[in-house]
């Protein structure tokens, strides 16, 4: 199948049209032309090969809403014309415990991902969804509920639901005191789902000018995290605090602020390592847990309830032409809150 792109043609260039072949469809396949695919800033941590050697030409995307335009002749869960969102991975072994629990993030032998990344035949380069159209097998997409903004949804298939499945699996529910460390793509859903969930919800920022959409956005308090100092009556407070910094930073002051048996959940993938006190971790018996993505079954959890709650993204739609500008102002820490691509510039 033709496809138009944007891809970063070796490590570190600029984005530029790009025309490749996707695979036919087929038998348990679903075609989808793309409206709107987010910028996530693990694509350009990619581009930019901060996480180790990538595959070029990269098409990257990982955040894509679309509208369904053809069925393999044994897909039985979508239908032409129905919305349908693709997330972080294409594939998984499926047979492994993770994939058998719903948890294909955690694949045993590797979930295959949304690009930088081969296919499960070993061969095909997976292309993403900085593009005008995709093929995906019916398992590994899911339904979009149709009250909601599609261009806000795009985001949800990666930041949403990274940011959800942390607080289900801590358990997070009204009284609890969540922080938030980072309010950009991912960050700004952890306060609109702490906040859907009932939780009292902090935001750390080293961004001042963030502080009203942080609070209309439905977190509690906000909290300037350049001087230091201001965080000490913020000591052993909190249940969870969620680590969303594309950055390296200091680990150690925000596991002070946990509570007896608080949780650092370390989402960011800065790719260096962090360094930690023994001290801050014995005492008051606290955790560092990673979380990554979500499950093919939470991700469809997720977008109903942000179908139930009308929770999306807060988008700043873009074309094609901009996706080189909007890579630096990510990295800038200048989105509001997420940049998604209108595909149709593509
Ligand atoms: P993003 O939109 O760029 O947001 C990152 C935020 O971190 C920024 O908006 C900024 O928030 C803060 N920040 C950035 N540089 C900083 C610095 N030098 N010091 C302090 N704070 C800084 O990125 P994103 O798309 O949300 O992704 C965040 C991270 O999560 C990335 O590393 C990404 O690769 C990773 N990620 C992980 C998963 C997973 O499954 N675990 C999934 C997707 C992405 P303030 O302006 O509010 O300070
Ligand atoms: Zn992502």
């Not at 469809?25 to 930019?48: F, K, T, W």
């Not at 039985?76 to 993030?105: H, M, N, P």
């Not at 509690?220 to 594309?246: A, E, M």
């Not at 650092?264 to 023994?278: C, D, H, K, R, T």
Request: charged share 20%; with cysteine.
């Amino acid at each position: 199948m033709k496809s138009r792109g944007l891809a970063a043609l070796q490590a570190n260039a600029a984005l530029t049209t790009f025309d490749f072949n996707r695979r036919e469809l087929g038998e348990h396949d679903v075609n989808l032309d793309i409206a709107y695919s987010g910028i996530c800033h693990s694509d350009i941590h990619q581009v930019r090969q901060e996480w180790g050697p990538a595959i070029f030409p990269m098409v990257p995307g990982h955040e894509i809403a679309g509208t369904v335009t053809g069925i393999g002749s044994s897909v039985t869960k979508f239908a032409v014309g129905d919305l349908i969102g693709v997330g972080v991975y294409i594939d998984s072994c499926r047979t492994c415990e993770s994939c058998k629990q719903g948890l294909q993030q955690y694949c045993e032998s590797g979930m295959t991902g949304t690009y930088n990344s081969l296919e499960r035949d070993g061969k095909t380069v997976a292309y993403g969804g900085y593009s005008n159209n995709f093929v995906i097998n019916q398992d590994y997409a899911v339904h979009i509920p149709a009250n909601l903004s599609l261009a806000g949804v795009a985001p949800l298939l990666c930041a949403g639901i990274t940011l959800y499945s942390p607080l289900k699996k801590w358990g997070v529910k009204p009284g609890m005191k969540i922080g938030v460390m980072g309010l950009g793509g991912l960050g700004h859903m952890g306060v609109k789902f702490a906040h859907a969930m009932g939780a009292e919800v902090t935001v750390f920022s080293h961004s001042p000018d963030k502080a009203t959409d942080a609070l209309a956005m439905g977190a509690d308090h906000f909290v300037v995290t350049k001087d230091i100092s201001t965080l000490k009556p913020l000591y052993k407070t909190f249940d969870l605090i969620l680590n969303t910094v594309s950055a390296d930073l200091d680990i150690n002051i925000y596991l002070d602020m946990l509570k007896l048996d608080g949780t650092l959940v370390v989402i960011g993938l800065p790719g260096v390592p962090y360094s930690v006190n023994a001290d801050s971790l014995l005492n008051g018996r606290r955790r560092i847990a990673g979380s990554m993505i979500g499950g093919i079954p939470e991700l469809q959890e997720m977008l109903d309830f942000c179908g139930q709650h009308s929770i999306v993204s807060d988008v700043e739609i873009i074309s094609a032409d901009y996706a080189n500008t909007a890579y630096e102002r990510t990295v800038a820490s200048d989105v509001k809150y997420r940049f998604v691509i209108d595909a149709t510039s593509i």
